[in-house]
């Protein structure tokens, strides 16, 4: 007798929750209402009052609810799982340790509008983390309002901004309106520089892959240069070694540096972006300081600079009351307050002070590693990335000779002759079992794979990437064909993305999609 | 380091087999002089033990988090089904990361899908994105919507909003040639009133107004929508209490062309301010002008259901500064806490919660207001939030009824409004008992 119910795969097939809804179900219970009622169009007029019972909503038990969430997790590749080595994302260990902190009822329940006397605890974690980063980044002044490090990017543009329009004065700041951004970097920078007014003006890579100091003394001679935005160690993970010879040109021609911080990881305990000569840094919380992505986000992109640039950051700063203040209620000898007397500031970039439950993690992770751990964590990972790289050289193209640092950069030539390309590779990687690596970046490396295994990879698992990655390099060449159908092993294929972007299906809605949820019940 | 793999051999015999001599060489195309000649001047490392007793130490000065408390204004106290947190804690979900292959992340592509639906229910509105970082920014992102949509670039917002939202669009929009003029509201009503959108012409991209308000005064949508229309200028509607979305009627039924609200109502931690989710909803015909990452439905070659980033052709990682918005990581774990939340509300736990809090401060808005030399300044009606009006300064009361009665009895609005002194604003929820706001009463009337 066969068992019809069981299946072999460890996922099972799930529907959509919509699909699942029966009327009449409750996941929930509340206590009965305990105070008098009123009469409910005598509190809100009917034409105000809600009229379609939300309809469409699911009715699931708490039942439903778990296994719901518990099957389709089955789905999803995590770091938890394996080797994520999606170079400039940046997925390292998520410590436990760091959740059970952010869980702590007096963080966890606190109001963001509760008295500063009352939230002591809470500004005191803000300031201590703000302490942390200036030191490694060797700049002074902190905001950590950004939510994001796109976030973060445009609050350091912005600041540039009103550093140059108080410097020289409105009328003359309005010449200045050209970023520069070299052509390897993330989509992000121009991005944020559009948003706060300015004009991209890119910059050309060397053959080596370094920012091109002739194109840029070019670009900077026209006089309207208001900034750089440079990633460093650049996207394709090179140390830009002029780096000081490329902050002394943009401030002789009266701009300011930006630096990308997505690759600290490279730097933290080697080196500090201050004593580079750059006046203002965003750092990733969820990159260097390993917060949780989420399956995309949330993030935090505290912003980093110059005393001189100091003014400007967002409103309100945290700081400490100074000797002779008086302190109000509480327990600690420290007492921390909101600032908000900051004219020059750019303004406010969010509600409230930031993703506060992502700064507690980095402050954890920060006090875990200590001075020694923090540098032992950027040697483990530039030793990482330097040995994939030794690894792969004798079976992918290398388009840079360059030492790398903390991720590597091949391209798929030598696999294209056999018509197998990047996103091939990385699909037939998935069936070896590792996360691919991030393909099509940088944009001006044709066919590219960065990779960027972190410090949170051991020595055995390396050599198993690299014995995948080879065993495909000559699967390639000997059966093309397997590649290009991979992935073989996961619940889907791959999907039709250009179908889905021509007629976008963004939501579910009722009734005439039976044919499809019958399709996935097979 | 515990969380670092390789062994000190380990790391000798991989600088042997790529031919560096030490570690200090993987660093030598950094010049010598940027190098750190010493250690950073961090603490040395702490155990778990300690780190553990150092956290909970600073934990203790968060008095406000142990209170009985009727603050709100843009974050709100609301029981969490347990499961939410149990399900978000599974390591599938947090140390996933963005979806980029969606062969092996269909779990948080499915989640997001949801995620945009219920939101479409909620708001009423057609299509939403997969989340953007709180509701201020998610404001601030319509707002740059409205200008793009319309090709116009004066922006009318009602002065009733959050003032901190309206603070964010302000840094938001000050370098992108839009205009953003403020509306007043009625000092009487304490609502937006559609005859008083001064400024507003032919030239308007969008009418921005919050409902319930920052007073907790709920707008008269329709009326908003139509004038807007009027002129051809988009409204724009936005919600700080999410959970208003079980008893108003929805934004999208009133005519709002763009929705974004707070989300944090639907299980999420107040966590001192963050991580929040923002929502962001709006009409079919607007997708392609939709900040932030977008889940679609798409098949495989067997006719196989799945679901993948899509539209991308929007993003900064194509149009690059030509894109919609900077937007890449946005809010996707909290965005999933949401979506577990609202469906294991339901529909009928979201209306029984909305119902709960609005009963529970109309009752104490009735008992406040019975309190000699209280008063209730707004005549429009409301949802879970309100004004009060009290004999004397608020700020000095407030602080006395926390630090003599252990009660955060809200928020003082000279913090925002230096011609409010006397007022406050109250927010009660499910969470607080009849016996709390019966304690909020007997207090402030023993107290002033």
Known sequence: ???????????????????????????????????????????????????????????????????????????????????????????????????????????????????????????????????????????????????????????????????????????????????????????????????????????????????????????????????????????????????????????????????????????????????????????????????????????????????????????????????????????????????????????????????????????????????????????????????????????????????????????????????????????????????????????????????????????????????AMRSIAKEALEDPELVLNAPHSTRIGRLDEAAAARKPVLRWKPAPAESHATATQS | MRYIPNSPDERAEMLRQIGVASIENLFDSIPEELRLRGPLAVPAALSELELLKKFDAMAVHNEAARRISFLGGGAYSHYSPTIVDHLISRSEFFTAYTPYQPEISQGTLQAIFEFQTLVCQLTGMDIANASMYDGSTAMAEAVLMAERVTRRSKVIASSAIHPEYLQVAHTYVQHAGIELQHSPYSTETGATSADSLTGLDDKTAAVVVQSPNFFGCVEDLQALADKAHAVGALLIVVVTEAISFGLLKSPGACGADIVVAEGQSFGVPLSFGGPYVGLFATRDKYARQIPGRLVGEAFDAKGRRGYVLTLATREQHIRREKATSNICTNEGLIALAATIYLETMGPRGIEEVAQQCAQKAHYAARKLAEIEGFSLPFSAPFFDEFVVSGPGEAATLLAKLASERGIDGGIALSRYDPRRPNDFLVCVTETNTRKDIDALVSSLRELV
């Open chain 1, 1 to 467: 007798m066969s068992i019809t119910k069981v299946t072999s795969h460890i996922s099972p097939n799930e529907q959509l929750i919509f699909e699942r809804s029966q009327p009449g179900r409750a996941g929930f219970s509340l206590p009965p209402l305990d105070v008098d009622e009123t009469p409910l169009e005598e509190m809100i007029p009917r034409e105000l009052q809600r009229d379609d019972a939300l309809a469409g909503m699911p009715e699931v038990t708490e039942v439903d609810v778990i296994r719901h969430f518990t099957r389709i997790s089955t789905w999803n590749y995590s770091i938890d799982l394996g080797m994520y080595p999606l170079g400039s994302c940046t997925m390292k260990y998520n410590s436990r340790l760091n959740e059970k902190v952010a869980r702590i009822a007096g963080f966890a329940n606190l109001h963001p509008l509760a008295a500063e006397a009352e939230a002591q605890g809470a500004l005191e974690v803000i300031y201590e983390l703000q302490q942390h980063l200036a030191e490694i980044t060797g700049l002074p002044g902190i905001s950590l309002q950004p939510a994001a490090g796109a976030h973060g990017e445009m609050t350091g543009i912005m600041i540039i901004r009103a550093f140059i329009d108080a410097r020289d004065g409105k009328e003359k700041s309005a010449q200045r309106r050209t970023m520069l951004i070299p052509d390897s970097a993330h989509g992000t920078n121009p991005a944020s520089a559009h948003l706060s007014g300015f004009t991209v003006k890119t910059i050309k890579s060397t053959a080596e892959g370094l920012t091109d100091l002739d194109h840029l003394r070019e670009l900077c001679a026209h006089g309207e240069v208001a900034g750089l935005m440079l990633t460093n160690p650049n996207t394709l993970g090179l140390f830009e070694k002029n780096i000081q010879q490329i902050c002394d040109i943009v401030h002789d021609a009266g701009g300011l540096v930006y630096m990308d911080g997505a690759n600290m990881n490279a730097l933290v305990g080697v080196a500090r972006p201050g004593d580079m000569g750059v006046d203002v840094i965003h750092l990733n919380l969820h990159k260097t300081f390993s917060t949780p992505h989420g399956g995309g986000g949330p993030g935090s992109g505290p912003c980093c600079c110059t005393k001189e640039l100091e003014p400007f950051l967002p409103v309100p700063r945290i700081v400490q009351l100074s000797n002779g203040e008086v302190s109000t209620g509480s327990g600690s000898d420290r007492v921390f307050k909101l600032d908000f007397n900051y004219p020059q500031s750019i303004g406010r970039v969010k509600a409230f002070y930031g993703n506060y439950g992502m700064m507690l993690r980095a402050l954890a992770y920060i006090l875990t590693h200590g001075r020694d751990g923090l540098r032992e964590a950027t040697e483990a990972a530039v030793l990482n990335a330097r040995y994939i790289a030794h690894g792969l050289v004798s079976d992918y193209e290398k388009p840079f000779d360059g030492a790398p640092m903390h991720e590597v950069v091949f391209t798929d030539k030598r696999q294209a002759r056999k018509g197998v390309h990047t996103l091939d590779i990385a699909k037939r990687l998935i069936d070896y079992g590792f996360h691919p690596m991030t393909i099509y970046f940088p944009l001006i490396v044709s066919g590219a794979m960065l990779i960027e295994p972190t410090e949170s990879v051991g020595h055995q698992e390396l050599d198993q990437f690299i014995e």
